[in-house]
């Protein structure tokens, strides 16, 4: 089974005086359609705005860089908009269905990368959007008698509605516009800063990892993802894991560079490339993945397609191996007791998070 699994870099979309947005498409990694993935980057200049929408697909969005932005949503089932503050680090779920809209309040862009599943998508591996207004606006797409008899309108009416807004996807506001205010209560409840958070593993000059769930963040299960966030300093490795749900992993690279490393069910390397900030890989579900920092370190977010993530280690004091018989650890590796003692004491030494050798 031949897999293409080389990192790829996000293609526009649309690009205007406002900002961008950039997709993966399932024709450039076919792997998202297969494994029913998507991902997407939005990037906004100061005053940028997306106009409102829905999607096709659940996704989390998670800012990469940015200090003032805002979204407003109204989440399925709810009559009442929620406007919510983010800034850098933030993760931000948006549920299948739920219309939303972006707003960059900031003196620098606002960049937020979406990764979601795909399995209920109109196009396998994509997100699809559709828009309330613009010139590609759902209100437009109807005829002119029927607007009119639904909203009380004459013609005149249906025309200032439907054609006053002739931008796309992004527009960019002027300054003297007001824009509704963060609710920060709200914001509590919605978004979570998974960069400030406290990592469940962390280790001094290697790096840390964090994963979140709804047990942390209850909002995150409203649509059934979890997200990883892997940091490591420099030089640092992340030694090899798999997960143990039937889930694939979508790994967006946010910051720095380095060297990921695949390895396929028969023991084989499907990947071993050099990846930067920016790329997105796919990684089969059951497939192990380690990652190598580079000079100047890598920072890395994935999402699982499950709300209870459980990953095996395979070097490291957690490691499968300790769990493992001495009898049964020999006769696997064909080794001695020596050997097998020594490896053993090797592991126990080391963790999971392995800082750069001097």
């Keep these: 089974m031949e897999l293409d699994l080389t990192p790829k870099t996000a293609e526009a979309l649309f690009e205007g005086d406002g900002g961008g947005y950039y997709t993966w498409s399932s024709s450039q990694v076919p792997l998202l359609a297969k494994n029913n993935v998507g991902a997407g980057r939005l990037v906004l200049q100061p005053r940028g705005f997306a106009l409102p929408h829905y999607a096709d697909s659940s996704k989390i969005g998670y800012v990469i860089q940015g200090t003032d932005g805002?979204?407003?949503?109204?989440?399925?089932?709810?009559?009442?908009?929620?406007?919510?503050?983010?800034?850098?680090?933030?993760?931000?779920?948006?549920?299948?269905?739920?219309v939303s809209w972006w707003f960059n309040d900031g003196d620098s862009d606002l960049i937020i990368a979406f990764l979601g599943e795909t399995s209920k998508a109109l196009v396998p591996g994509q997100f699809t959007y559709f828009f309330l207004t613009g010139a590609l606006g759902l209100v437009g797409g109807f005829s002119n008698e029927l607007t009119s008899k639904v909203y009380g309108l004459d013609n005149d009416e249906v025309e200032k509605l439907t054609k006053s807004q002739t931008g796309v996807l992004i527009i960019k506001l002027d300054k003297s516009q007001p824009m509704p205010k963060p609710q920060m209560n709200m914001t509590k409840k919605l978004v979570y800063n998974i960069d400030a958070a406290r990592p469940e593993n962390v280790v001094e000059n290697a790096g840390l990892v964090k994963t979140l769930t709804e047990k942390d963040f209850p909002f995150i299960g409203d649509v059934g993802l979890?997200?990883?966030?892997?940091?490591?300093?420099?030089?640092?490795?992340?030694?090899?894991?798999?997960?143990?749900?039937?889930?694939?992993?979508?790994?967006?690279?946010?910051?720095?560079?380095?060297?990921?490393?695949?390895v396929d069910f028969s023991g084989k390397s499907v990947l071993n490339t050099q990846v930067e900030a920016g790329h997105l890989l796919v990684v089969p579900q059951f497939f192990v993945v380690a990652e190598i920092a580079g000079e100047e370190g890598i920072e890395s977010y994935s999402i699982v397609i499950t709300t209870k993530p459980l990953f095996e280690e395979l070097a490291g004091r957690g490691s499968i191996w300790n769990a493992f018989s001495p009898t049964l650890q020999q006769v696997s590796l064909n080794v001695d007791s020596d050997f097998q003692k020594f490896f053993i004491s090797k592991i126990k030494e080391s963790t999971n998070l392995i800082p750069p050798t001097v």
């Design 70 to 98: 805002v979204v407003g949503m109204v989440l399925p089932n709810t009559k009442e908009e929620v406007v919510l503050k983010l800034k850098k680090g933030d993760v931000i779920p948006v549920p299948i269905g739920a």
């Design 226 to 262: 979890s997200v990883i966030r892997v940091k490591l300093e420099p030089g640092a490795i992340r030694a090899p894991s798999y997960p143990t749900n039937p889930t694939v992993q979508l790994i967006y690279i946010a910051r720095g560079s380095g060297k990921i490393e695949i």
